[in-house]
């Protein structure tokens, strides 16, 4: 699988608690360890210090991707998230995965750039700029 030796593990949301307890993994939408959704509608995938939030968009075979870190996996997310991707398509085989990032958060949009994702436009809102990015494994 995409050349990663350990498999990525679908994981409880109480599991995943731990990936959202950094200050600096709680900067989208307000989540917190606390409010982290669970229910049919979520999934949770997790290898390396990294976990991958699913849940379904607005449109059919459409995901939107949230990523958490520890920060002992500072540095060395790429491999694992990647992997996480490439797991979760397998799993669930979508049309294509998506994510929005703030345009003030950097660091979340060269992380999204380095796993693969692409920009394909932007929301303009009143509390700024939203970057609407997407991922298919086949750009891999």
């Known amino acids: 699988m995409n050349g ?30 606390e409010t982290l959704p669970e229910g049919d509608g979520y999934q949770y995938w997790a290898v390396d ?3 991958g939030v699913f849940h379904r968009a ?4 459409v995901w939107m991707a949230h990523y958490g870190v520890t920060p002992a996996a500072w ?7 990647s992997q996480i991707l490439h797991a979760f398509w ?4 979508p049309e294509l995965i998506i994510g929005w990032t ?22 303009n809102l009143p509390s700024g700029k939203v970057i609407e990015q997407s991922w298919r494994i086949s750009w891999q």
């Open 102 to 123: 703030l345009e003030s958060n950097r660091a979340a949009l060269a992380f999204a750039k380095r796993i693969g994702f692409r920009v394909h436009g932007e929301m």
């Open 49 to 51: 210090g990294v976990c």
């Open 58 to 61: 607005p449109w059919p075979d």
């Open 75 to 81: 540095g060395k997310t790429r491999k694992p998230a």
């Open 90 to 93: 397998e799993a669930e085989a």
């Open 4 to 33: 990663c030796e350990r498999l990525s593990l679908k994981i409880s949301v109480d599991d995943a608690r731990d990936y959202f307890a950094h200050p600096s993994q709680q900067k989208a939408a307000s989540i917190t360890p």
